[in-house]
Structures are given as structure tokens and as C-alpha cells.
């Protein structure tokens, strides 16, 4: 069976419907993805594969073909030479439509507003990218992002405060990997009670001292003294410590303040 020459690319409007192609950088195929197989005048061979967790698919007449971490522009043409060099297409013209992504993800956990996994839809996709795809960083949400994967088969783990990464600091807008966890921890709180005139729990800005914190909670009532304030804070073997702290001290997440009554 004779056929005109191949064209071997993606159909970039087709893609959309499942997970744009970007500019910068084609889709790699991960175990878990699912994919649709033509060959131009062919419909014979059309054929749904899954990509197993060796990388590998299974197609009519060229049996195995190792897809996994390629493009779906390689791909094509690895599966066109298999049919050519077989002598089964004298030129395959060979397109593949992704129907399921779910290799390439990542996970978001913690406080953002979307938890979830989501799929990787460009080679060079970034942190700041995946963190607008989950809905930003809960009011509640730390000022600290947590990364961690692997990279060449090595275990790794990154702090990322977020103002680095508004600011587009480099080193900050990690490249992702199949696989990666992004982690957003509660912000750190702080107790004010006693004689104040909001007592309750606050977050913990960086930085922030004593005094501050004080003025957070609405400052002291008519009756409250900063004569005696305690501040109960755990040690690190978990017991819990009374200090008399210069009111320029730096709080600490989970510290507790308290304002006694003035005698006088």
C-alpha cells in the first residue's frame, strides 16, 4: 500500500482540548498517559494506548515502542519508522491525540485554594506556574513553599519563600518533575490574652517582635500593664517555658502572651 509523504506533527488545536502545547516546549509522554494512534488512510490501525510504567505501548504490527519521556512528535516518528522499516506503510503519515494526561503530575498540598494534582502540559512548566493552576496561597497559607522530588534519582527538598518568588528571583521558580510535591504549611500563629483589647490568636509575620504583637492584638485595656507580661513558649524538648521578654524580642509561632492586670 502506497501513501504520499508524511507530515509528523501534533495537532496543536486538537491538544488543547486536553493540555495545551506551549511555545516553549512540547508535552513528554509519562507512564499513566493515554493516547490515540492514526496512520493517514489506515483506519485499520487506529488504535488506544497506555502508557505502561516502563514507558512502553503496544501498536499493530510494530509491537512494543518505547514512548515514555518523548514528545509526541518523536513519538510519531518512531512508531512512522517502525511501520516503514517493516514494509507494512510505504510512508506513514502518523498522528498521536493525548486523551488522558496523568503521567507528568504534580501534587499541591497544604493551604492553597485548589489542592490537587495536576498534570505537567509543557516540558519547562515552573513553580509560580503550578501555583497559579492551584488557585494561590490561602489567607491562612505560609510564607514558605516546600518542594520536594527527584532529581537524577536523588531525593531533594527546597525551601522557597513566596516573596522570592513574586519577585521572580531565579534560583526561586524551581523547573518541575513528574512527581514533585509542592507544600504549603499553615502560617505560624501567635496567643494574646490577658489584658488586651483583642485577645485571640494572629499570624506570625516575619519578624515580628513583642511590641508588635501586642498591637496586634488592639494594644493593652485601661487595666493592663506590660509590668510582668509573660510569654509562655515551648522549648525544644517540648516543655513549656515562662520568659520575661524585652518587648523588641522576635516572636516565635505558637507563642502565647500574657498581659496581667495592673495593681494600681
Known sequence: MKHPGVTIAVCAAAFAATGPVAAQGEYLLA??????????ENPDLTTEARVSESGQITFPLVGGAAVGGKSLSVAEKLIAKGLKDGGYVLDPQVLIFPM???GNQVSVLGRVNRAGRYPLETANMRVADLLAMAGGVAP????????????NGEPIRQEIPLSELFA???DAN????GGDILFIDRAP?????????????????????LMQGLATGGGLTN??????MQVHRRNGSGAV???????NETLKADDVIYVKQSLF
Open 31 to 40: 507512564p499513566g498517559d493515554v493516547i490515540r494512534i492514526t496512520v493517514f
Open 100 to 102: 488522558e494526561i496523568r
Open 140 to 151: 491562612d497559607g505560609a510564607d514558605m513553599l516546600v518542594l520536594t522530588g527527584v532529581r
Open 168 to 170: 521572580r528571583a531565579p
Open 174 to 177: 524551581v523547573e518541575l518533575s
Open 189 to 209: 500563629i501567635f496567643y494574646v490574652y490577658g489584658e488586651v483589647q483583642k485577645p485571640g490568636a494572629y499570624r506570625v509575620e516575619r519578624g515580628m517582635t
Open 223 to 228: 487595666r493592663g500593664t506590660e509590668r510582668g
Open 241 to 247: 517555658e515562662v520568659l520575661a521578654l524585652d518587648r
